[in-house]
């Protein structure tokens, strides 16, 4: 059993990651920005929340108050393409400003800690083709994948020039309840007000690697054992392509009651700025671990719907 | 004639670029960190110093003092790369802070200046033989190197996003009088001490680019008519290679009055932490662009060993 803190642990993922480690008997301590009360971050499986910034004082704070913990998890970070176009200057602080100063404490303070930083697969960017190699030329092209990918590099330097224990685990497209945003809640969200008809962005023909978040955490929490003065990559994906148009079909069929309403879809045709035509992962060093997927992409619309109708009262 | 903002004028390139400018009829400005006396920057070539931080604030006063620039050229950042093995979060705040903030700024104020961001041959790192390609792929092993390749990024980024205009300067090895750090200065240090000997890290057969800094602020002048949205990395190097040895025979030669008293030179053997190997320019775009180098290397040793014994006041 181990001391853990994650960074971000108010967020999507975060929280499932400290449910699932706090359950596997785990102490878990959270760090990053977001309101959550003591009991509610308890149910989530934390020790402690600290709300605040991901620097030097309060990682120092945490340690002074719980002491030194074996592994980080670092998901705090911009986590929306349009968000980080729309403002760099604040996507840059919250991926990139955020790993130099945990890095530096790890280093200062912590460096026996092991730590998994969580990427994603916009460092991979445009121009790839089936499924991605971790050792395929990253190629991003935009500033939210810019910044994943400084982050990457920056975990690279200080475990080059100072040994620290880090493994890099890249997130394709994660999806599940209590997403609050993304392609899944755009739909559902245009599905409540429009049953009959839905308008998308993209050609519809994009396609992502769709992981459920259940999962995700499982694999996350298993590739901790991989920290290493070498670092490694390792994509946290299914290998399995599914387009946007299929994702949206099987929302639309989940919603309806009945399969003469199915809403009409649409699609504009026109790319959405930072959205790469295909994002699969090459999954055999996950697989190397002994890591099986476990949800089917189908049911876990279904269930994504059910959540979303229960969450904004809808009835069925 | 154009409005030029230099961020780092104060360093020993930044200082030389700025005059270099000036005398060919530019309005100069400058940005950054050091203690300048007007007189003394003007002396420089600066209509105007402002001692500070290279962020937002201080771009936006210079601004409205000055109005906008048509380029700016991006000097500012970390300069040593034993200093970034030391203190790698300081490095990060002056080569890749300070470059956020440029970008930002330009992008919200300023978006039809060029900028001319000068980079390092230290993105290239370890594993090269001959000359380097500015399209080799990066390999930088030091904080210092890694941090110069983020900048770059951050450049390509906001390039990619926003339709900035940029070019980036790869520097070699760039030498010359006013240069008080790097292996031309500890040379000299040491036989101002002990004129017999010299006892230096490495083993001599390092191979650098020599670049005099005479030469290098009349590329840097030449490569901002390359700032554009794609943006394009120029090398800037000779293309000769010169090892480290000979370059500390250079000095000790110049520095002996007889040749008799020349000091014996010992090298430990042992790497110095961050150093490559080898570092040579392939210098066809540059040379492209109607660049010709002027200076004779060992004209510009001795040049430097006159002004080091005029500065500490040691007697020839």
């Given at each position: 059993m181990a001391r853990i803190l994650i960074t971000g642990a108010h967020g999507f993922i975060g929280r499932y990651l400290a449910k699932s480690l706090a359950l596997a008997g785990n102490s878990v301590f959270g760090l990053g920005h977001g309101t959550w009360s003591p009991l509610h971050a308890q149910r989530w499986g934390l020790v402690s929340w600290h709300n605040g910034g991901v620097d030097i004082p309060n990682l120092r704070l945490i340690q002074q108050q719980f002491?030194?913990?074996?592994?980080v998890y670092h998901l705090a970070g911009g986590s929306s393409v349009g968000a980080a176009i729309a403002n760099p200057r604040e996507d840059f602080h919250r991926t990139v400003s955020s790993t130099i100063e945990l890095l530096e404490w790890l280093r200062l303070e912590a460096p026996k800690s092991s730590l998994v930083a969580v990427s994603s697969?916009?460092?991979?960017?445009?121009?790839?083709?089936g499924q991605i190699a971790e050792t395929a030329k990253p190629n991003p092209f935009s500033p939210y994948g810019h910044h994943k990918h400084i982050m990457e590099s920056l975990c690279i330097s200080y475990c080059e020039s100072y040994e620290l224990k880090v493994v890099i685990g890249r997130l394709f497209s994660v999806y599940g309840?209590?997403?609050?945003?993304?392609l899944l809640w755009d739909v559902c969200s245009q599905l409540e007000v429009h049953p009959e008809r839905l308008l998308l962005g993209g050609s519809g023909n994009e396609l992502r690697d769709w992981t459920a978040v259940t999962d995700v955490v499982r694999a996350l929490s298993l590739i901790h054992?991989?920290?290493?003065?070498?670092p490694k990559v390792i994509n946290i994906g299914t290998g399995r392509g599914t387009n946007v148009r299929a994702i949206v079909e099987g929302i639309a069929q989940a919603w309806?009651?009945?399969?003469?309403l199915e809403a009409r879809i649409e699609f504009s045709g026109k790319a959405r700025a930072g959205d790469p035509q295909s994002l699969i992962a090459q999954s055999e060093q996950l697989a190397a671990l002994g890591f099986e997927w476990q949800k089917d992409l189908m049911e876990g619309l279904s269930g994504y719907v059910r959540w979303f109708r229960s969450e904004s009262g809808v009835r069925s």
């Open positions: 002491g030194t913990v074996d592994i697969a916009a460092v991979y960017g445009a121009g790839h083709i309840e209590g997403l609050r945003k993304q054992t991989e920290a290493n003065p070498s309806a009651v009945d399969a003469n």
